[in-house]
């Protein structure tokens, strides 16, 4: 079953009543941007209070500082005028289940759709597989205060970053809908 035919009439729904915002800026209205993990339990607009044209909100698994999310942070702050980043991981994160060596072994199996259980992901789908995945740096995480920490920290240290860009460490809280802040990350993030 496909959702095609459901985001297709969302989103003529959505054209219909789309008003003046193609005047809109290029640039954030409100000058920052927001790394995040893409989980669907996260809605970055109301978690901070954000409108279309307000912040850039960069996603990916776990919310990392990967080589293309600091791109992105890059071209925001150097094209488009952001002054404040913030990095926000989550509790309950999926990247929390697995190690590169379980997905590696998983992709090598199949390519189809595993399955979690108590123990983690475990492999239902039968091959082909492919050992592409091990030359990936999947980026898992096993402590989420530590990996917000080290990806402030990762993009702090990046030579294309300037110092002058504070980089706030937070954690948002599946269960509560609360960003709670990693103070190490936030003073390790300080604008210099």
Same mark, same amino acid.
């Given at each position: 079953?496909?959702?095609?035919?459901?985001? $297709?009439?969302?989103?003529?729904?959505?054209?219909?009543?789309?008003?003046?915002?193609?005047?809109?800026?290029?640039?954030?209205?409100?000058?920052?941007?927001?790394?995040?993990?893409?989980?669907?339990?996260?809605?970055?607009? #109301?978690?901070?209070? $954000?409108?279309?044209?307000?912040?850039?909100?960069?996603?990916?698994?776990?919310?990392?500082?990967?080589?293309?999310? =600091?791109?992105? $942070?890059? =071209?925001?702050?150097?094209?488009?005028?952001? #002054?404040?980043?913030?990095? =926000?991981?989550?509790?309950?994160?999926?990247?929390?289940?697995?190690?590169?060596?379980?997905?590696?072994?998983?992709?090598?199996?199949?390519?189809?759709?595993?399955?979690?259980?108590?123990?983690?992901?475990?492999?239902?789908?039968?091959?082909?597989?492919?050992?592409?995945?091990?030359? =990936?740096?999947? $980026?898992?995480?096993?402590?989420?205060?530590?990996?917000?920490l080290e990806d402030v920290a990762r993009i702090k240290a990046h030579p294309l970053v300037p110092r002058g860009i504070?980089?706030?460490?937070?954690?948002?809280?599946?269960a509560t809908g609360r960003l709670v802040e990693v103070p190490a990350a936030t003073t390790a993030g300080a604008a210099a």
């Amino acid at each position: 079953m496909t959702v095609l035919a459901e985001v $297709l009439s969302a989103n003529a729904a959505y054209a219909n009543e789309f008003g003046d915002k193609s005047a809109l800026a290029l640039p954030p209205a409100r000058g920052f941007a927001i790394l995040t993990c893409m989980d669907a339990r996260l809605d970055p607009a #109301k978690y901070a209070g $954000l409108s279309e044209g307000d912040a850039h909100v960069i996603r990916n698994a776990g919310g990392r500082a990967s080589d293309d999310a =600091i791109r992105s $942070l890059v =071209i925001s702050y150097k094209l488009l005028g952001t #002054k404040e980043w913030f990095v =926000i991981h989550h509790t309950n994160c999926g990247m929390e289940f697995f190690t590169d060596e379980v997905i590696r072994g998983l992709l090598a199996n199949s390519l189809e759709t595993a399955a979690l259980g108590d123990a983690g992901f475990y492999e239902v789908g039968s091959g082909p597989g492919s050992t592409e995945g091990n030359y =990936i740096d999947w $980026l898992t995480i096993t402590d989420q205060a530590a990996s917000v920490l080290e990806d402030v920290a990762r993009i702090k240290a990046h030579p294309l970053v300037p110092r002058g860009i504070p980089v706030y460490g937070y954690i948002y809280d599946v269960a509560t809908g609360r960003l709670v802040e990693v103070p190490a990350a936030t003073t390790a993030g300080a604008a210099a």
